[in-house]
């Protein structure tokens, strides 16, 4: 066996040039406990791995034709032996990737190895982030489900308002006038072909950065970063190094064996994500959502004044991927240990928690009307029981106006907007306990011109008769505790000072 | 350029060295225009193309409703992604020709399909809220403007015909064939 392999190395060379690479000293902090936070990197390069085996697996059957990709899925879904399980784990360890890259990212922030001489490992690292999200943005279109296909759909319309371009990009991006089998093909060669070539080249100049520049020590309070002595530095370092074919490996190893586990285990208990359903655009009840790594800015956008929407759409994500690639121009040399990097720690602390919140908004999304709401979440039953009010309340002689004001709340699609006991849309507010807050004269008011200038309500003046807004606001004004009287405004009697 | 060994080049050479050169230019150039014009193709003109849509008695007056086909701009291989709808409304008789409202389904804000409530007389869409009155007016929410119209015209056939609706955007409304 040994004569085989000499043979072969007699022409590949490979101990000669392989060896010395794999055997290259890392400083000797690496290899101890703060080497635990040195495996994100290769954790990141691991799923990459695994998604290009999968991703190789799913093009064997996939099918990037509009009229046949959701048959191929579905085929994959419920016919193809294993097929569920390759669309889930393709799934989550794009997931996992992402989570990774962040976390390889966020380490070496924190510890400063971004600094003199490894500046361009991190620009490169980047780079690789753009490519990992682009992945994870083109792949959603390739399921191409109503998701998908209305996520382009906002994608161009975004593209859309780039001044004079607009419609140039837009018909760049779909690949023609309209969303269709063009705009498929084209998000299929970009997640294919384009981006990961893209991303191999950034990841062979990054990882051959590592090599050549070498792993970062742990940092040490006080141990200031400066380019004049640095490298001098480093080499004393090396010579109580230890290879990283040994220990730094294995640790690598054991991490990126754990996160093959974890995605596994979380594809073949969790299954396949959608198609949601087939891409027919005239399917009513369309609710499309972007993936997970995006509903920050989904709600970022979302919660922004109109007149702002447009710089934050076009100019705020390019001002935050320049900010991202000047950190190690800006902050070069200095301290490397977290403990002694307020502003750093203070901006990561700051960063995931806006991050944090801004994904949960993206979540529960309450700016998006409940399209359901008004047929499918009924009025709780004990605001229309007369006995809820008291005995001498004017209203009870009128309860079937009550009853017919609930009705035309429902039928007029209010709760699509307007919660009841929680009940409902959230985009208004919930109007449980109204009665006891506007009187009748403002709730006709506010019900006939919603928000003025457009604002987050529509005017219903016209959308019903007045005998409707009458019986309405005589609904609306029971809504109040059984104890409170019905909200009245303010009087003033003459010759008293006013409230 | 001149080689190591001789003090000068001869001019033949040098002649051959740029004609090398040209070459590579002439081979790159050949190789690369047809290359970046197919992948800008997609910005090439489309003509436009016209879909009928029923007679105009189909459609009683004062009733908006969806009405889906199949999207002519399509390719051959769409399938269900080239379904298409508009609402559209008969408004009756304006002097001696017929009116009719078409409206495309693409929210104006950032384009996603929007539903129609007769009930209430609204448009909404799902994604951030946008409301818009029957006539297509902005009521509330984040659109900058009311809903996009469709180019219409009723044929000599008495039949509704709509001009095929490319992607909508701010910049590029339905008012005229895709401006790209």
């Known amino acids: 066996m040994k004569r085989i392999l000499a043979w072969f190395d007699a022409r590949l060379s490979i101990r000669e040039s392989l060896l010395p690479m794999l055997t290259h000293p890392i400083p000797r902090g690496a290899a101890g406990p703060m080497g635990w936070w040195y495996v994100f990197g290769s954790a990141s390069l691991t799923l990459f791995v695994v998604q290009i085996l999968t991703g190789i697996a799913l093009s064997l059957v996939f099918v990037p034709s509009a009229a046949e990709a959701y048959d191929s899925l579905i085929y994959m879904n419920f016919d193809q032996p294993l097929g569920w399980f390759l669309r889930a784990l393709h799934y989550y360890a794009g997931s996992g990737m992402v989570v990774m890259v962040l976390v390889h990212m966020t380490q070496v922030f924190l510890h400063g190895a971004y600094k003199y001489p490894r500046e361009l490992t991190w620009v490169m690292g980047v780079f690789l982030l753009l490519c990992t999200m682009s992945m994870f943005f083109t792949g959603q279109v390739l399921r191409w489900d109503p998701d998908a296909y209305w996520g382009i759909a906002v994608g161009a319309s975004m593209s859309g308002r780039v001044p004079i371009l607009g419609p140039y990009v837009v018909h760049l991006l779909l690949g023609g006038p309209v969303i269709g089998g063009d705009t498929l093909s084209r998000f299929y060669a970009l997640h294919v072909f384009l981006i990961p070539g893209a991303l191999m080249f950034f990841l062979a100049v990054h990882l051959w950065l590592v090599l050549k520049r070498g792993v970062s020590e742990p940092p040490v309070p006080g141990q200031v970063v400066d380019p004049n002595t640095y490298d001098a530095h480093y080499e004393k370092e090396l010579q109580t190094g230890v290879p990283f074919l040994g220990e730094p490996l294995l640790r690598d190893a054991l991490v990126s064996a754990l996160a093959v586990i974890a995605v596994v285990v979380l594809a073949a208990v969790i299954g396949p994500k959608g198609p949601s359903g087939p891409p027919d655009p005239t399917l009513s009840g369309a609710n499309p959502r972007p993936e997970w790594p995006f509903l920050w800015l989904f709600a970022l956008l979302s919660l922004s004044p109109p007149a702002a929407e447009t710089f934050i759409m076009l100019v705020f994500p390019v001002v935050l991927i320049v900010v991202l690639f000047l950190v190690p121009f800006v902050s070069r040399r200095g301290e490397r240990a977290p403990s002694r990097r307020p502003v750093a720690v203070l901006s990561v602390l700051v960063l995931f928690t806006t991050l944090g919140v801004l994904t949960y908004e993206g979540v529960s999304a309450p700016w998006s009307p409940k399209m359901t709401a008004w047929s499918g979440d009924p009025v709780p039953k004990y605001l229309l029981e007369k006995k809820r009010l008291p005995e001498k309340s004017p209203e009870k002689k009128h309860w079937p106006r009550i009853l017919q004001g609930a009705a035309v709340l429902q039928v007029k699609q209010c709760r699509n907007c307007h919660a009841l006991e929680g009940l409902g849309g959230q985009r208004g507010p919930d109007l449980t306990g109204i009665g006891g807050r506007m009187t009748r004269d403002q709730l006709i008011d506010q019900i006939s011109n919603g928000t003025p200038g457009g604002g987050n309500m529509p005017a219903f003046g016209k959308q019903m008769t007045p005998a409707e807004m009458d019986v309405l606001v005589d609904f609306l004004t029971t809504l109040r505790e059984s104890d409170q009287p019905p909200a009245e405004p303010p009087t003033q009697v003459a010759g008293t000072a006013a409230p | ?180």
């Open chain 2, 1 to 180: 350029m001149t080689h190591p060994s001789t003090p000068s080049q001869p001019e033949r050479r040098t002649f051959f060295h740029w004609l090398t050169y040209a070459v590579g230019a002439a081979s790159a150039a050949i190789l690369g225009v047809p290359l970046v014009g197919f992948l800008f193709g997609a910005l090439r003109k489309k003509e436009e193309q016209w879909v009928t849509l029923g007679k105009v008695s189909d459609y009683p007056q004062g009733q908006t409703r969806m009405v889906t086909f199949d999207n002519p701009l399509r390719q051959p291989w769409d399938g269900m992604t080239a379904h298409t709808g508009v609402f559209v409304c008969y408004l009756g008789k304006k002097g001696d020709k017929d009116d009719f409202r078409v409206l495309a389904v693409n929210c104006a804000h950032l384009g996603c399909p929007v539903s129609w409530f007769p009930r209430s007389g609204l448009f909404m869409c799902p994604c951030h809220g946008g409301v818009y009155y029957e006539n297509g007016d902005h009521a509330s929410g984040p659109p900058p403007r009311g809903m996009f119209p469709c180019v219409w015209r009723v044929n000599k056939e008495g039949k509704l015909e709509v001009q095929a609706p490319h992607y909508p955007s701010l910049q590029d409304t339905l008012q005229k064939p895709a401006k790209v």
